[in-house]
């Protein structure tokens, strides 16, 4: 069983950067680890993948402004020249069977962190 716990969220102005961070409970090693993000009335959007030996892939909408990485227990988000329509409720996945895009496909979910960008 995996837990993972988003952090990092706040508010800030266009242009400017945040970093999450999603902690895992227990060992995430040779999982694909990702991040969506959603808002009111839309579906979950995919925004980041790091797989299994650490090759990323981005949105096209972030690729360039936002970076992913990982440490033993902790995922991150690095976040630069946000806009505003990156505000969202950002959530971090993680699943040993596939790495897709596809929030579907992800069996373990954090809370969110809420991202708020003002213009």
């Known amino acids: 069983q995996v837990e993972l716990q988003e952090s990092g969220g706040g508010s800030v102005q266009a242009g400017g950067s945040l970093k999450l961070s999603c902690a895992s409970s227990g060992s995430t090693a040779g999982f694909c680890l990702a991040w969506f993000r959603q808002t009111p009335g839309k579906e979950r959007e995919f925004v980041a993948r790091m797989e299994r030996f650490g090759r990323t892939t981005y949105a096209d909408s972030v690729e360039g402004r936002f970076t992913v990485s990982a440490d033993m227990h902790t995922l991150y988000l690095q976040m630069d020249s946000l806009a505003s329509e990156d505000s969202a409720m950002y959530y971090c996945?993680?699943?040993?069977?596939?790495?897709?895009?596809?929030?579907?496909?992800?069996?373990?979910w954090g809370q969110g962190t809420q991202v708020t960008v003002s213009s």
């Open positions: 996945a993680a699943d040993n069977r596939f790495c897709s895009m596809n929030s579907a496909d992800f069996r373990y």
